[in-house]
């Protein structure tokens, strides 16, 4: 059986489905509820919720693809958001992009082996003055060089291990 099939509870869905299910137009709600409920979209709860809806699978999954605030993996502990705005790209975020891969093993949109971190590179977080520029959860980490992030993460990953 695949990874992510037939291991959702489902009833979580419940009180979701009793107030939008048939409330047109509100397939987006749904997904939003239910990522919240999970952290992310598993494929049973897709089917699940497209069964409950009167839609498609593929029709679901399409809202869910199209959308990028809907994630389909299940995210790490800590989310780095890298920016690649012009900014950041300028001043180097695809050197910092690829240390942070390299150091955590995975590419954009992936979670790390120990489930600690996922990546998700994004447009520009506002904060330009500071590129380039990442954030990982609610933190703001600036001026950043490919030595630097990495000694943030190993910061990171020594306190979760502690
Ligand atoms: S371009 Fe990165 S913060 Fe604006």
């Known amino acids: 059986m695949c990874e992510n099939c037939s291991k959702s509870d489902l009833t979580l869905l419940n009180d979701v489905l009793k107030e939008f299910a048939s409330v047109r137009g509100s397939l987006i709600t749904i997904l939003q509820k239910a990522q919240e409920i999970y952290g992310y979209l598993p494929v049973d709860v897709i089917y699940y919720l497209a069964e409950k809806t009167g839609n498609t699978p593929a029709k ?24 690649k705005g012009t900014a950041c790209h300028v001043n180097g975020a695809d050197a910092v992009e690829k240390a942070i891969c390299d150091y955590l093993e995975i590419k954009d ?3 790390s ?11 520009c977080l506002g904060c330009c ?11 703001t980490y600036g001026s950043l060089t490919p030595q630097k992030a990495v000694e943030i993460l190993t910061e990171i990953k020594a306190r979760e291990e502690a």
């Open 60 to 83: 679901v999954m399409g809202v869910a693809t199209f959308y990028t605030q809907f994630r389909l993996t299940p995210v790490g502990k800590n989310l780095i958001m890298l920016c």
């Open 129 to 139: 003055s500071l590129s380039p520029v990442m954030m990982i959860n609610e933190d």
């Open 109 to 111: 949109g992936e979670t």
């Open 113 to 123: 082996a120990d489930g600690l971190f996922s990546l998700k590179t994004v447009a």
